[in-house]
């Protein structure tokens, strides 16, 4: 979906700032445990693995939530969304809680009943991604091919600054889950993942620093060039 998760290529960020080597996974303790609790979190409010999902519940969280809380606190907004979602959590428990532990001393939302409207396409732990389908790859290496330029309601893994644009099919890549139903619980759908170079300037213009850009795109993001 078009939200403030779809950051890539757009301007006004600044440079980018790479870890050093010695610089520790976790630069504090709290980081550690907002990762462990939203894996977890994750698989109980999708009923087992979906990155897919998860992934979804982090690009509909609002500017502040998604930037103001940093990388792992980002982790945490999402799998609050995604456990109140789910019925997990009451909405507001987790600000209730907050009060509480502060001393304000607030009667806390009661622990809700599960949710019976959905069955989650859960994905077992390990399965992975990768696929197998029974269809020949649509594109073949070295065509050119254009990225479709969809607004996607929902969840979707085609970067919004390569739609419309022309790219160069470099690699047929192992055939994979497709994200877009996936993470709406509607069935796998795998499909060929390609690896489509783009040339900076097909995407932001002549006056942009030459380089190409390559990027996997699913075989349903991508169109022949007539």
């Given at each position: 979906?078009?939200g403030i998760a779809d950051m890539g290529?757009?301007?006004?960020?600044?440079?980018?700032?790479?870890?050093?080597?010695?610089?520790?996974?976790?630069?504090?303790?709290?980081?550690?445990?907002?990762?462990?609790?939203?894996?977890?979190?994750?698989?109980?409010?999708?009923?087992?693995?979906?990155?897919?999902?998860?992934?979804?519940?982090?690009?509909?969280?609002?500017?502040?939530?998604?930037?103001?809380?940093?990388?792992?606190?980002?982790?945490?907004?999402?799998?609050?969304?995604?456990?109140?979602?789910?019925?997990?959590?009451?909405?507001?428990?987790?600000?209730?809680?907050?009060?509480?532990?502060?001393?304000?001393?607030?009667?806390?939302p009661p622990i809700p009943a599960a949710?019976?409207?959905?069955?989650?396409?859960?994905?077992?732990?390990?399965?992975?991604?990768?696929?197998?389908?029974?269809?020949?790859?649509?594109?073949?290496?070295?065509?050119?091919?254009?990225?479709?330029?969809?607004?996607?309601?929902?969840?979707?893994?085609?970067?919004?600054?390569?739609?419309?644009?022309?790219?160069?099919?470099?690699?047929?890549?192992?055939?994979?889950?497709?994200?877009?139903?996936?993470?709406?619980?509607?069935?796998?759908?795998?499909?060929?993942?390609?690896?489509?170079?783009?040339?900076?300037?097909?995407?932001?213009?002549?006056?942009?620093?030459?380089?190409?850009?390559?990027?996997?795109?699913?075989?349903?993001?991508?169109?022949?060039?007539?």
């Amino acid at each position: 979906m078009d939200g403030i998760a779809d950051m890539g290529g757009t301007p006004g960020w600044g440079p980018t700032h790479p870890p050093s080597r010695d610089e520790p996974i976790f630069a504090e303790e709290w980081q550690g445990r907002a990762f462990a609790l939203a894996l977890l979190s994750s698989r109980i409010a999708c009923g087992g693995q979906n990155t897919d999902a998860f992934r979804h519940a982090l690009e509909r969280l609002d500017r502040a939530a998604y930037l103001d809380d940093g990388y792992y606190g980002r982790w945490l907004n999402g799998a609050e969304l995604m456990l109140t979602e789910s019925a997990v959590l009451a909405p507001g428990a987790i600000d209730a809680r907050v009060r509480t532990l502060r001393g304000e001393h607030l009667e806390e939302p009661p622990i809700p009943a599960a949710r019976t409207d959905r069955a989650p396409a859960a994905v077992a732990p390990g399965a992975g991604s990768l696929r197998s389908v029974g269809t020949a790859p649509a594109f073949a290496v070295g065509e050119r091919v254009r990225a479709k330029d969809l607004s996607v309601p929902g969840h979707t893994r085609l970067p919004g600054y390569v739609r419309g644009h022309i790219g160069v099919v470099e690699l047929i890549q192992p055939a994979a889950v497709l994200p877009d139903t996936n993470a709406h619980f509607r069935g796998e759908n795998p499909q060929h993942v390609y690896s489509v170079r783009f040339d900076s300037r097909e995407l932001w213009g002549a006056a942009a620093e030459p380089f190409g850009l390559t990027v996997e795109l699913f075989e349903s993001y991508l169109e022949t060039i007539s």
